[in-house]
C-alpha cells in the first residue's frame, strides 16, 4: 500500500498516474469500492478524507473499515488531502472529522511501503 | 539545547516529541510544561489521552498556562529537561485570558522572552507548536490576529532553535538541524 498526501489541488492524482498508470474505473472517488465490485489490480482510492467524513458522518467505524480493506487490497494507492493545518473548528463534528482523519492517516502511513507528500504536483518522498 | 516540533492536528506531533524529549533526557529530570486550560468534558478527554500517553515515561508536570517563564521557579536542576506543549494554547491563553485581548505584538515579545529564559535555565527545551496556516480561511480579525501572532512566534522560536521539526502523518521531516555533536540525526 502506498500513501499519497498533501494539500488541496496540489495535482496528487496526476502526480500518482503519471509514475503509475491506473484504468480510470480503478480510480474511486470518496468512496471505497463495493464488495463484489472490484475489478482485478490495483486500485486507487482518491479523495480518501471524503470517504472519511462520509463514514464519520454515517455513524461508521472507517479505522476499522480502512484496515479491513487494505488487507483485501494490499497493492492500494491511497490519496487523501492534509487537512489538519488550521484553526481548531468550533464544530463538534468538524474537530472529530480533523482529529480521527489525522490518526487514521498516521496508522495508514506506518503500514505503507511508501509515503509521498505532493506539493505543486511533485512529489517529495517522507517514508 | 532548543527545539520547536511543528504539526497539524492529529498529525502526531505530541507522540514524537515525547519521544524526543526521551532521547535528550536520558538520566535527567523531565518535566512537562502544560499549557492547556480545561473549559469542558472534550478537553478533559484531550488532556487524558495525553496523560495516558505520557504515562510511565517519568514525566513531572507543571501546569503553566500563562507566564510560561515561570516554570522555572518550580524546577531546580540546570541540566533538566522540559517539554512544552502546546504553543498554540499558551499564545492563546496570553491573548484572550485578561480582560482586554493581547496584541500581536505584545503577545508575541512575552512569549519571546519566557521562551529565551526557559531555554537559558534548561539543558533541553523540546516546544510542540501548531501549523494553524493552511487552512485557507478567512476568519474574524481577533482569530487572524491570532494566527499572525502564532506566525510570528512560530518564526521567532525557529531562530532560536537548534533543531526545527516538522512532524506530518507521524513522519518527523526535519526542517532545521544545527545541533551537531548530539549524534542524533531523524
Known sequence: MKLIIGGYAQ????????????????????????????????????????????????????????????????????????????????????????????????????????????????????? | MMTLIIGGSGSGKSAFAENCIGLLAEGKKKYYLATMQVFDKEGEKKIERHRRLRSGKGFLTIEQPTAIEKALTKISEKDSCALLECMSNLVANEMFSGEIPGTEAEVTERIAAGISRLKEGLEHLVIVSNNVFEDGRQYDESTMEYIRAMGKINELLAGMADRVVEVVVGIPITVKDNSSGTGRKE
Not at chain 1, 474505473?25 to 471505497?32: P, T, V
Not at chain 1, 479491513?68 to 472529530?96: K, L, M, T
Open chain 1, 11 to 127: 495535482g496528487k492524482l496526476q502526480y500518482v498516474l503519471r509514475k503509475d498508470p491506473v484504468e480510470a474505473e480503478k480510480i474511486w472517488d470518496g468512496q471505497l469500492p463495493e464488495n463484489g465490485n472490484v475489478a482485478e489490480g490495483k486500485i486507487i482510492l482518491h479523495h480518501f478524507h471524503n470517504w472519511v467524513k462520509k463514514r464519520l458522518a454515517e455513524g461508521g467505524c472507517p479505522e476499522k473499515e480502512i484496515l479491513e480493506f487494505i488487507q483485501i487490497h494490499p497493492d492500494c494507492i491511497i490519496i487523501s488531502d492534509e487537512i489538519g493545518n488550521g484553526i481548531v473548528p468550533v464544530d463538534v463534528f468538524e474537530r472529530e472529522y480533523r482529529e480521527r482523519t489525522g490518526r487514521i492517516l498516521i496508522e495508514l502511513a506506518e503500514k505503507a511501503e511508501e509515503v509521498e507528500r505532493v506539493i505543486c504536483g511533485i512529489g517529495q518522498r517522507i517514508k
